[in-house]
């Protein structure tokens, strides 16, 4: 089974931020900055992906308020909000979530970088991001 469907099911503790009916917030177990939080549909769904509107939006409704709420009671000076898909991104849970990072200076324990590629036609990626 699922850890996160574990937890939903409270077959394994843990430390509930948020919870409605469709909903879980949970603080994360490797917490990367202080209030880093997990948000997941109660559903079972791999990812973003492979997820029906109606569970993204109940989720990132959750996130939108649970962003603000954390930011505020923690004074971070912002969060990042992102979300694995696949193995390749970095996903190691089969189970859609939302991670919400608190960030406090330059020197949390995180690192984004977007490093700069080789130049593309952008022409030819539209196409193929289009499908055409």
Same mark, same amino acid.
């Given at each position: 089974?699922?850890?996160?469907?574990?937890?939903?099911?409270?077959?394994?503790?843990?430390?509930?931020?948020?919870?409605?009916?469709?909903?879980?917030?949970?603080?994360?177990?490797?917490?990367?900055?202080?209030?880093?939080?997990?948000?997941?549909?109660?559903?079972?769904?791999?990812? #973003?992906?492979? $997820?029906?509107? =109606?569970?993204?939006? &109940?989720?990132?409704?959750? +996130?939108?308020?649970?962003? *603000?709420?954390?930011?505020?009671?923690?004074?971070?000076?912002?969060?990042?909000?992102?979300?694995?898909?696949?193995?390749?991104?970095?996903?190691?849970?089969?189970?859609?979530?939302?991670?919400?990072?608190?960030?406090?200076?330059?020197?949390?324990? #995180?690192?984004? $970088?977007?490093? =700069?590629?080789?130049? &593309?036609?952008?022409?030819? +990626?539209?196409?193929?991001? *289009?499908?055409?």
């Amino acid at each position: 089974m699922c850890i996160f469907c574990s937890i939903i099911e409270n077959k394994i503790p843990s430390k509930r931020v948020y919870e409605d009916e469709n909903v879980l917030a949970i603080l994360d177990i490797s917490q990367v900055t202080y209030g880093h939080t997990l948000v997941m549909p109660k559903k079972h769904v791999r990812n #973003i992906i492979e $997820a029906d509107s =109606e569970t993204v939006s &109940q989720v990132m409704e959750a +996130v939108r308020v649970l962003s *603000r709420q954390i930011v505020e009671n923690t004074k971070a000076a912002g969060c990042n909000v992102l979300s694995n898909c696949g193995g390749i991104a970095g996903q190691s849970v089969d189970h859609l979530h939302f991670h919400i990072i608190p960030r406090y200076d330059e020197n949390d324990s #995180i690192t984004i $970088a977007f490093n =700069e590629s080789k130049e &593309q036609d952008l022409d030819e +990626v539209l196409k193929t991001v *289009r499908g055409e």
